[in-house]
């Protein structure tokens, strides 16, 4: 046997990755890719903005950076791989170290050696099992055939209603898509609400954006059973007994990695039925490698084993993968934090690390937050909005999590906080950071370190701080009586205000009129303003004062997702 035969199985982003990375590490290695689909190298991340008319030449979507179409030809005079589409491998023989390999074309079945085999088998879109599913008018968008389907509806103009099934990243981005065709959308989600890697505020305030621009979203609820006429969807009904008129439904409501192959194999495969890898990207067997959407990696905080099926972590991944295969376990992929980042319109959320609620459930029993709201440039640079939330473990200061929504530059932020969180830096680290600045691209300080401020504030007792959350449910759903100070000015209150019973007293009069205040010194008063840096401020002085039960909304009122008098 010729000790350099690598196959590859699979060809949309882990697997030319590593048949490429394998071949370039060593060039005397015989390497194969099979794909079952017709494509190569497929930017699938790409799909929702092919639909979306965001470009319209469907290559760019098998193209590189060049422009040059990613086909047979040029894997093998590129590349120097031998890659094989409508190719699809059936079975492994790990015994002998043979694949078989059935042709969609003919049905002809071949077999072919290996010495090193790497398994890039992707994952299936999830299909939920219910009645009328298979009605044309219906589809996922995981395969370039579904991106090719729905942008000739766009073109067409002929569909006038649709619905996605799932809130998730690829369910807005694909209903931002349909809504710029001029079709009517409505989100349907599960869940009790849309994004849900984010906090539950931020989530709000994303479907509020998202609303205005005249997308229905519906939360909390299921589609049970899709109607048609004629073997085309006409409705789907929802499981509050809610019908919806659409001619199409686009399902988003996740992937499952595609095992069954190395499962039959005899491979171990893990929790979340993925393939189960080393840091090597190694499986049970020494001789196979996998990455790519169909395994399971490590999170770098929890240490537990997650399925993260990222168009980035697939190829760096593969890149990994392939180069072990050529040499020998020279290289690691440590794991990953789920970071990522989805644009719908021009409203952006990302996150990195842990939510709140999964540091709890991962076991830090003792965790800090912190809301930080603000422009992400200066006044005169005309700036957009940014809100962010970071999560720190308040025993060792070790950032956990960040998360990001807004109008402003969140792929910044995101990027950043990924970086400090890989790098283990605690709060102490992140607060003197030497990030670059100048006016068209941040503020002096960055948002991000401002976020680590507000945190170090919090820790040290000089901020107590309260989420729009714990307002909101106090305040309007219980009807409490609690004492709400608005330290903006008249005239931006008469712009935006909630209307939740606060009193207006803007910052630079507070000291004038501190006998509007309650004279019960223990008395709560819950500071705000627009982003609440004039409710710390405020906070300061009520403090010095004498008043001992004084607390800070978070984020104030660009944080609020809830209804609003003004």
């Not at 040499?327 to 992929?333: M, P, R, S, Y």
Request: net charge neutral.
């Amino acid at each position: 046997m010729n000790e350099k035969k690598i196959i590859v199985i699979g060809g949309s982003a882990a697997g030319p990755k590593a048949a490429a990375k394998a071949k370039r590490v060593n060039r005397r290695a015989d390497v194969k890719l099979f794909q079952k689909e017709p494509e190569l190298s497929m930017a699938t991340c790409g799909y929702p903005y092919y639909v979306g008319g965001a470009f319209d030449d469907r290559d760019m979507l098998i193209a590189t950076p060049a422009g040059v179409k990613r086909d047979v030809n040029f894997f093998i005079n590129v590349k120097g791989v031998e890659a094989c589409v409508e190719i699809e491998v059936i079975s492994i023989d790990r015994k002998n170290h043979k694949i078989v390999c059935k042709n969609l074309n003919n049905g002809g079945e071949e077999a072919y050696e290996y010495a090193k085999l790497i398994i890039c088998s992707g994952s299936a879109p999830k299909i939920p099992p219910i009645p009328g599913i298979n009605l044309k008018g219906i589809t996922p968008l995981t395969r370039l055939k579904d991106a090719d389907y729905l942008r000739k509806i766009r073109d067409e103009k002929k569909i006038k209603k649709a619905v996605v099934v799932g809130g998730g990243l690829i369910g807005l981005e694909t209903c931002e898509a349909l809504k710029l065709a001029g079709i009517e959308v409505t989100v349907v989600e599960m869940l009790p609400q849309i994004l849900p890697f984010l906090e539950a505020d931020f989530a709000k305030l994303a479907e509020n954006y998202i609303r205005s621009k005249g997308v229905d979203i519906i939360v909390n609820d299921g589609v049970v059973e899709f109607f048609g006429e004629n073997e085309h969807l006409k409705s789907v009904k929802l499981k509050s007994g809610k019908e919806l008129a659409c001619e199409l439904a686009v399902i988003a409501i996740g992937v499952s990695p595609n095992s069954k192959l190395a499962a039959e194999a005899g491979l171990d495969i893990g929790e979340f039925n993925g393939i189960s890898v080393n840091e090597y990207m190694q499986t049970s067997d020494s001789d196979v490698y996998a990455a790519g959407d169909c395994v399971e990696i490590n999170h770098l905080i929890t240490n537990r084993k997650m399925h993260a099926p990222f168009g980035d972590l697939a190829n760096l991944e593969g890149r990994v993968a392939g180069e072990n295969a050529a040499l020998g376990n020279c290289v690691t992929f440590k794991g990953a934090l789920q970071t990522g980042i989805c644009k719908i319109f021009d409203f952006s959320a990302g996150c990195a690390g842990l939510s709140a609620i999964a540091a709890k459930k991962a076991g830090f029993t003792d965790i800090v937050t912190a809301v930080n709201a603000s422009p992400d440039k200066p006044l005169f640079m005309k700036p957009n909005s940014l809100i962010s939330k970071i999560i720190a473990d308040k025993k060792t200061g070790a950032i956990l999590g960040y998360q990001c929504i807004g109008q402003g530059d969140v792929g910044r932020q995101i990027t950043t906080a990924s970086l400090a969180i890989s790098g283990k830096m605690k709060l102490d680290d992140i607060i003197n950071l030497d990030l670059p600045y100048a006016p068209p691209f941040s503020l002096a300080i960055d948002h991000f370190i401002v976020s680590g401020h507000t945190l170090q504030n919090k820790i040290k007792g000089r901020m107590i701080g309260i989420s729009v959350k714990e307002v909101y449910e106090r305040v309007v759903v219980d009807k409490e009586k609690v004492f709400l100070l608005d330290m903006r000015g008249e005239n931006e209150y008469e712009i935006m205000r909630l209307g939740v019973g606060e009193v207006l007293i803007p910052l630079g009069a507070l000291t004038k009129r501190l006998s509007e205040l309650p004279s019960d010194k223990n008395a709560e008063i819950i500071c705000f303003c627009k982003v609440s840096m004039r409710g710390y401020e405020a906070a300061i002085i009520l403090n010095d004062n004498g008043w001992k039960n004084v607390k800070v909304m978070e984020g104030g009122i660009m944080a609020w997702p809830y209804s609003r008098e003004k």
